[in-house]
T-cell receptor, first 113, second 108 residues
Framework: DGGITQSPKYLFRKEGQNVTLSCEQNLNHDAMYWYRQDPGQGLRLIYYSQIVNDFQKGDIAEGYSVSREKKESFPLTVTSAQKNPTAFYLC????????????FGAGSRLTVL | GEDVEQSLFLSVREGDSSVINCTYTDSSSTYLYWYKQEPGAGLQLLTYIFSNMDMKQDQRLTVLLNKKDKHLSLRIADTQTGDSAIYFCAERVHKLIFGAGTRLAVHP
């Protein structure tokens, strides 16, 4: 079955450490996205990529980095520069040029100790 | 500016209809969406509506769009306990803007 796989589901990190969240899709979608979700808030866009080897900053890119070396993969690194990294991170992809519906992964919950 | 607003909580009795409301600010929205999120999971698309439509029905779901008032609603008929989740409204302008989500609680 086609879909998006995020790993790990839960991750604990000490302050000052970088951590990388994995996102893989087998939907053959061109565009991929990373969102951050905090309680009581809507999803906020961190980074997005519309094609391999290209990506753009979203609304809250500071303290995060991404790469898009393969169509299927869009990993997100949460660096030590991110002041408040504890959150639920959602990866999504889209391939429909019309309605541009997003397909989401199950999410990764990062907790900084 | 771009903003999407929803009430944060709705409680309904099983078997009743639920109506979740959303207002948005950007009149140039092309598509508007409803996504559902169950606990600890990602979002799944429920339905979407193109901005030149005023209603869309899909089984138990009815979406109403009032462009003049910039108001979108989602009606769930015969609400079941499995409908308990957070429902997100989103508009597409040049990017997707999400509301904060409405938590729907269904009680017997």
């Amino acid at each position: 079955d086609g879909g998006i796989t995020q790993s790990p589901k839960y991750l604990f990190r000490k302050e000052g450490q970088n951590v990388t969240l994995s996102c893989e899709q087998n939907l053959n979608h061109d565009a991929m996205y990373w969102y951050r979700q905090d309680p009581g808030q809507g999803l906020r866009l961190i980074y997005y990529s519309q094609i391999v080897n290209d990506f753009q900053k979203g609304d809250i890119a500071e303290g995060y980095s991404v790469s898009r070396e393969k169509k299927e993969s869009f990993p997100l690194t949460v660096t030590s520069a991110q002041k408040n990294p504890t959150a639920f991170y959602l990866c999504a992809s889209s391939g429909d040029a019309g309605a541009n519906v997003l397909t989401f992964g199950a999410g990764s919950r990062l907790t900084v100790l | 500016g771009e903003d999407v607003e929803q009430s944060l909580f709705l409680s309904v009795r099983e078997g009743d209809s639920s109506v979740i409301n959303c207002t948005y600010t950007d009149s140039s929205s092309t598509y508007l969406y409803w996504y559902k999120q169950e606990p600890g999971a990602g979002l799944q698309l429920l339905t979407y509506i193109f901005s030149n439509m005023d209603m869309k029905q899909d089984q138990r779901l009815t979406v109403l769009l009032n462009k003049k008032d910039k108001h979108l609603s989602l009606r769930i008929a015969d609400t079941q306990t499995g409908d308990s989740a957070i429902y997100f409204c989103a508009e597409r302008v040049h990017k997707l803007i999400f509301g904060a989500g409405t938590r729907l609680a269904v009680h017997p």
